[in-house]
């Protein structure tokens, strides 16, 4: 019996569409394709932190009386940053501030990713000393961080130090950095006004 040619040629188009389809539909299962990492700006839901943070700095001292010093201080390291959700990864962090022994500490941080981008804080908390709680706030950033609001907390180790010099390099860490932040769109600005002046007439500013 005689091929019919039309079908001989349905059932070659067939062969050759046949695979095209199956591959259509295996990258619809698998879901397109493959997302990169989340960004800290998708959301403005508060998410949490955990971290430590490994430091060197140097401090000096001006005494006023026998119970009562005040110092200046400035240290930077690596701030390392865990969780699910978390901020980043790694920061290098940088420190100034200054310590009353009758007030507590206050001072300001910043926190530099690998891209360049920053995280601004605050800093305030009990006196300086061998083992003290601090409190943080995040205060802005840049790049992939504008927007940035937050709090945290860690409890001050010091590891290496002499705390009765006047003026002495220290090292020091905190292994239970605990806080939150979230992202929130800064409001974008409005245009600028047209400097092209309206025909027949002047520009007014």
Same mark, same amino acid.
């Given at each position: 019996?005689?091929?019919?040619?039309?079908? *001989?040629?349905?059932?070659?188009? *067939?062969? $050759? *569409?046949?695979?095209?389809?199956?591959?259509?539909?295996?990258?619809?299962?698998?879901?397109?394709?493959? @997302?990169?990492?989340?960004?800290?700006?998708?959301?403005? !839901?508060?998410?949490?932190? !955990?971290?430590?943070?490994?430091? =060197?700095?140097?401090?000096?001292? /001006?005494? +006023? #009386?026998?119970?009562?010093?005040?110092?200046?201080?400035?240290?930077?390291?690596? /701030?390392? /940053?865990?969780?699910?959700?978390?901020?980043?990864?790694?920061?290098?962090? @940088?420190?100034?501030?200054?310590?009353?022994?009758?007030?507590?500490?206050?001072?300001?941080? =910043?926190?530099?990713? =690998? &891209?360049?981008?920053?995280?601004?804080?605050?800093?305030?908390?009990?006196?300086?000393?061998? $083992?003290?709680?601090?409190?943080?706030?995040? +205060?802005?950033? =840049?790049? $992939?961080?504008? #927007?940035?609001?937050? !709090?945290? !907390?860690? *409890?001050? @180790?010091?590891?290496?130090?002499?705390? &009765?010099?006047?003026?002495?390099?220290?090292? #020091?860490?905190?292994?239970?950095?605990?806080?939150?932040?979230? /992202?929130?769109?800064?409001?974008?600005?409005?245009?600028? @006004?047209?400097?092209?002046?309206?025909?027949?007439?002047?520009?007014?500013?």
């Amino acid at each position: 019996m005689e091929k019919n040619p039309f079908r *001989v040629a349905a059932s070659g188009h *067939v062969r $050759r *569409v046949f695979p095209l389809a199956l591959l259509a539909f295996v990258a619809l299962a698998c879901g397109g394709p493959a @997302k990169g990492p989340e960004s800290p700006q998708t959301s403005g !839901e508060w998410r949490t932190f !955990e971290g430590t943070l490994n430091a =060197t700095g140097n401090r000096q001292v /001006l005494r +006023l #009386g026998p119970d009562r010093k005040c110092a200046i201080f400035s240290l930077s390291g690596s /701030l390392l /940053l865990l969780g699910e959700r978390r901020l980043g990864q790694g920061f290098q962090c @940088k420190i100034i501030g200054f310590n009353d022994t009758t007030k507590g500490i206050g001072g300001w941080s =910043t926190w530099t990713d =690998t &891209a360049g981008d920053q995280v601004f804080g605050e800093i305030k908390g009990e006196p300086i000393g061998a $083992r003290r709680r601090i409190q943080g706030t995040i +205060l802005g950033g =840049t790049g $992939r961080y504008a #927007g940035i609001t937050g !709090e945290y !907390e860690f *409890v001050w @180790k010091l590891v290496v130090g002499d705390e &009765a010099a006047d003026e002495a390099d220290f090292q #020091g860490r905190a292994d239970d950095i605990r806080g939150r932040f979230r /992202l929130i769109a800064p409001a974008s600005s409005s245009p600028p @006004k047209s400097s092209i002046a309206p025909e027949g007439g002047r520009y007014r500013s």
